[in-house]
């Protein structure tokens, strides 16, 4: 590697660190943070919102979506351009994503899921928090985040999702159409076309 290669990598390197060090501590799952049980210590609402959300994912959360989405909650999907208002929409859209991303029909449901979805780092800050995830969908490797924004009492206001490569966006369009098309009340969500 040429000198100049290496200083622009060292470069790069510390215009990293100095977001990461603007946006906030980083927090693993099960990580400090986190008292036994994994319940949160914290009274940030950003930090009860991921700890609601996980309860969900993990089937422990009583009243499911309805309980962590806020009625006002706007939904940003990768594929679809327009915003995806209200909590009946998002719910149909994370329903539609847990089913493709988890294998389970909703988000806390009593199934069983496959291993290969996980989250690998979270950031929070204030009222927002960027959880990154890997999965295995169909043997094809998905990245991506999901951008939560809270309201005071850690109810989701927003959620914005990013997916990466092309290809995962490629299978998860797909897959997500054909849920969206299966589902009661799916043509007020608008599935995502091709």
């Known amino acids: 590697m040429s000198a100049t290669a290496v200083t622009l990598r060292l470069a790069r390197t510390a215009q990293l660190r100095r977001l990461c060090l603007a946006l906030g501590p980083t927090r693993r799952r099960g990580r400090p943070g986190l008292a036994e049980g994994g319940v949160t210590t914290m009274r940030?609402?950003?930090?009860?919102?991921?700890e609601g959300w996980h309860r969900l994912l993990r089937g422990e959360l009583p009243g499911g979506?309805?309980?962590?989405?806020?009625?006002?909650?706007?939904?940003?999907?990768?594929?679809?351009?327009?915003?995806?208002r209200g909590?009946?929409?998002?719910?149909?859209?994370?329903?539609a994503a847990s089913a493709t991303l988890l294998g389970g029909g909703q988000p806390g449901a009593d199934?069983?899921?496959?291993?290969?979805?996980?989250?690998?780092?979270?950031v929070l800050s204030g009222r927002h928090a960027v959880l990154e995830f890997e999965a295995e969908v169909d043997g094809k490797y998905v990245n991506g985040i999901d951008m939560l924004t809270c309201d005071e009492a850690g109810r989701i206001t927003e959620f914005k999702v990013m997916i990466r490569p092309l290809q995962a966006?490629?299978?998860?369009?797909?897959q997500m159409a054909a849920l969206l098309a299966q589902q009661p009340g799916a043509a007020a969500a608008r599935a995502p076309r091709a």
Request: charged share 30%.
């Open 111 to 122: 199934e069983e899921r496959p291993t290969k979805f996980r989250y690998v780092k979270e």
């Open 87 to 95: 909590k009946e929409l998002t719910k149909l859209y994370l329903n």
């Open 169 to 174: 966006i490629q299978l998860l369009h797909r």
């Open 44 to 50: 940030d609402p950003i930090h009860r919102c991921v």
């Open 65 to 84: 979506l309805d309980a962590i989405l806020a009625d006002d909650v706007v939904f940003l999907s990768p594929i679809v351009f327009t915003p995806q």
